[in-house]
Nanobody
Framework: QVQLVESGGGLVQAGGSLRLSCAAS????????MAWFRQAPGKEREFVAA?????????YYADSVKGRFTISRDNAKNTVALQMNGLSPEDTAVYYC?????????????????WGQGTQVTVSS
């Protein structure tokens, strides 16, 4: 069993930055691929970014966040971060950390095995 806890959400003005963090505990593994998803009101959960498991270090991004968001992981601390720059109101959503029992990253929610409770990000115009 793996538990994920997100933190770092909040309210920010357009153009600002936030850094989300996800702490993993339990039966964690640095070989697990990790990802961030988000869900806005009335919309489906969508892929944001993913990082493959150790020893690979490949990252993937949704087109909508490419060049603005950066995913990183600290395997020694069992954490995954999402640095978000150049935020716009369209980025407003609940952001979820997710992990899967595979070294390979995926971009659809059903391919992930465990989830955090989510953290709210609100960007004002």
């Amino acid at each position: 069993q793996v538990q994920l806890v997100e933190s770092g959400g909040g309210l920010v003005q357009a153009g600002g930055s936030l850094r989300l963090s996800c702490a993993a505990s339990g039966r964690t593994s640095s070989r697990s691929a990790m990802a961030w998803f988000r869900q806005a009101p009335g919309k489906e959960r969508e892929f944001v970014a993913a990082a493959t498991g150790w020893p690979s270090s490949t990252t993937y991004y949704a087109d909508s966040v490419k060049g603005r968001f950066t995913i990183s992981r600290d395997n020694a601390k069992n954490t995954v971060a999402l640095q978000m720059n150049g935020l716009s109101p369209e980025d407003t959503a609940v952001y979820y950390c997710a992990g899967r029992s595979s070294v390979f990253a995926a971009t659809t929610p059903h391919e992930y095995d465990y989830w955090g409770q989510g953290t709210q990000v609100t960007v004002s115009s």
